[in-house]
């Protein structure tokens, strides 16, 4: 065996590189960080050939003193931490006090910096050649630049694997994202190969906050984004998350910061991800911009050596109060909210505003006296008959009992609560047929998805508004109805245990079985009575009722496995509301229904006052907007 040896300062920093440094946009990031923990108001970042040839990032903070150059260059130096309470409690984005000795050692650096006490600036100079140190006068206002020229130049191997000069630039471009993102207060400007990239102003309002956001994240996610600011037990969530039907088939557009840092969580990304769970379409992605600020003392970021990740102290704490956040936010979306950013979006395709014609004449029925309409009554109380074959179906008393043995059984006990008369049937109904005058468009009165005028195939609702003309897919917004309706009733009623009559033996795991018996009461809460009767061995003996037909081995497992990966499972509510959704499908309006005007209309007021109304169970949009600028255009109006 060869001897031990300690190794040189330059191999050292050059494996510390192996960690701090894998392409341009590690320094990038890195340099960034120290411009802004150094209290920079402005950061200006030049590139060449995708940082390969020439990385400056250039600050206004305040600066290093003369005698701290050379030291600023060493290992394990660093002004942000002395003890080992600073270290629990870390404030600050860069702390390690690697990253310029490990960028010097693959790289030719070159940092000036001048504080506000010194009448002139210094330059220190180091090659990954030989580390040593070399100091001369310059002049440089207050604040540093750093320059990396000729990154992995004594590293060849390293540089092989560095991708195309775009592709190298395109992760520069992404870093620089994140950090204008990041801080708000300061500003940035992105040159490539003398070409400016990005320029961004310190944004000081919320105005100016919401004009970065659309600069970096597009205005269309700006358009289709809830505003989130939410407080509790120390912690605060604010920002933007977008609406459901601004789904990205990647997860490009997500950024979620702790404490100002730009982190990749898997607990945080589980929270998010069930928060959108009965509202994104099949294999979407959300987007969001968000922001969590904690006790610096309640997260430890010194668990990665690039400080992506964090661990939060009390991560069911965290996890629970973004998801209820996020989720109370996304189900208090109202068709309003939606035309909001449609109307937006028309705005800036069109360059002007829109169009708004007040007071005139349309062709939607008399509903001057809306209390005495059908619609005046929820879409629950008076939606069982939808074809003529179901004319004499009469109301219901209201049922709220558990059938476990028919889940048809339960779904139409929650739907007994009325029948929908036809027009024939419904005294208050009036002949909307006899051309009676309509009320005026008042911005008022007039509800977000204004009122219906025709169907159209069987399939979908024309209806009128201020905006423009809205059409609704009648058999999804009618499934989002009767699915919230279920889940709430399913909530009321508590989740029910049918015990087994022949008890399921599990084979699992050690690990399996101990956390099984450790959580025992958890899974109680679920519905699930799991016993450990051997070392690899359990025994299911209850299940809720409602999934008795499912795959119970398979849900067992599943619940487990959420338990090892995130500490909680919410895997049978899961399952459960996707059984609640398939009933609520197959119990909803379906196509070639023929709809009279006042149950189309009792179908809009009730979508105006159901949560998540703009998506289906399975994440469809269940209706859309055709703005009247848009509908102008169409026809070349005003042209």
Request: glycine share 6%.
């Amino acid at each position: 065996m060869p001897a031990i040896r300690l190794l040189s300062p330059r191999l050292a920093n050059q494996i510390a590189a192996g960690e701090v440094v894998e392409r341009p946009a590690s320094v990038v990031k890195e340099l960034v960080e120290n411009a802004l923990d150094a209290g920079a108001s402005r950061v200006d970042i030049d590139i060449e050939q995708g940082g390969v040839k020439l990385i400056r990032v250039r600050d206004d903070g305040f600066g290093i003193g003369e005698a701290d150059l050379p030291l600023a260059l060493s290992r394990h130096a660093t002004s942000k931490i002395e003890s080992l309470d600073d270290l629990e409690a870390v404030a600050s984005l860069g702390f390690r006090g690697e990253a310029l000795a490990s960028i010097s050692s693959v790289s030719r650096l070159a940092l000036t910096s001048r504080t506000e006490e010194q009448e002139a600036a210094s330059r220190v100079e180091v090659e990954g050649r030989d580390m040593d140190a070399r100091i001369s006068p310059a002049a440089h206002p207050v604040g540093t630049t750093v320059e990396v020229r000729d990154l992995f130049f004594n590293t060849p191997a390293r540089r092989k694997f560095l991708r195309t000069e775009k592709t190298e630039f395109n992760h520069v471009d992404e870093c620089v994202r994140r950090q204008a993102l990041s801080r708000f207060d300061a500003g940035f400007t992105l040159r490539h190969n003398q070409r400016v990239i990005q320029s961004l102003r310190p944004a000081v309002n919320a105005l100016d906050r919401e004009r970065r956001i659309g600069a970096l994240c597009g205005q269309q996610f700006i358009d289709n984004a809830v505003v989130i600011d939410a407080e509790a037990t120390g912690l605060r969530l604010w920002g933007w998350v977008a609406l459901p039907t601004f789904s990205r088939s990647q997860a490009d557009l997500q950024y979620f910061f702790v404490n100002g840092r730009v982190i990749r969580d898997r607990l945080v990304a589980h929270a998010v991800r069930q928060a959108y769970r009965d509202v994104l379409y099949n294999n979407r992605h959300p987007a969001f911009v968000l922001y969590l600020e904690v006790d610096p003392a309640t997260v430890d970021v010194n668990v990665h050596p690039t400080k992506h990740e964090v661990r939060f102290r009390d991560g069911r704490l965290v996890h629970d109060f973004i998801f209820r956040t996020l989720h109370k936010a996304l189900a208090d979306v109202r068709p309003d909210d939606h035309l909001r950013g449609a109307v937006a979006q028309s705005a800036v395709r069109e360059g002007s505003e829109v169009a708004v014609v007040a007071g005139s004449q349309s062709a939607y029925p008399d509903v001057a006296s809306q209390a005495e309409q059908p619609a005046s009554r929820s879409w629950g109380e008076t939606a069982s008959v939808f074809d003529s074959r179901a004319g004499s179906a009469q109301p219901q008393p209201p049922q709220h009992q558990w059938q476990a043995r028919d889940q048809m059984g339960f779904y139409q006990s929650l739907n007994q609560g009325g029948g929908l008369a036809t027009a024939q049937q419904d005294a208050p109904a009036r002949d909307f047929a006899a051309g009676q005058p309509t009320p005026p468009v008042d911005s008022e009165a007039e509800p977000p998805l204004g009122y219906a005028i025709a169907q159209l195939h069987g399939i979908y609702i024309l209806a009128q508004s201020r905006q423009g003309m809205i059409v609704v897919d009648m058999h999804a917004a009618h499934e989002r109805i009767t699915y919230e309706r279920m889940k709430r009733a399913l909530e009321a009623q508590d989740l029910k245990s049918q015990p087994l009559l022949v008890p399921v033996s599990l084979a699992v795991s050690q690990k399996e079985a101990a956390l099984a018996e450790t959580h025992a009461g958890e899974l109680q809460q679920l519905g699930l009575q799991v016993e450990r009767i051997g070392p690899e061995t359990l025994a299911i003996r209850q299940v809720p009722a409602l999934l008795r037909g499912a795959d119970t081995e398979q849900l067992v497992r599943d619940v487990l496995a959420d338990l090892i990966e995130n500490g909680q499972s919410d895997r049978v509510e899961a399952v459960t509301h996707e059984l609640l959704g398939t009933m609520a499908c197959h119990g909803s309006v379906r196509a070639n229904r023929q709809l009279t005007i006042p149950e189309m209309n009792t179908l809009l007021r009730d979508m105006e006052a159901t949560e998540r109304s703009g998506q289906c169970n399975h994440g469809r949009p269940t209706w859309t907007v055709v703005t009247l600028s848009e509908l102008d255009k169409l026809f070349l109006r005003g042209r």
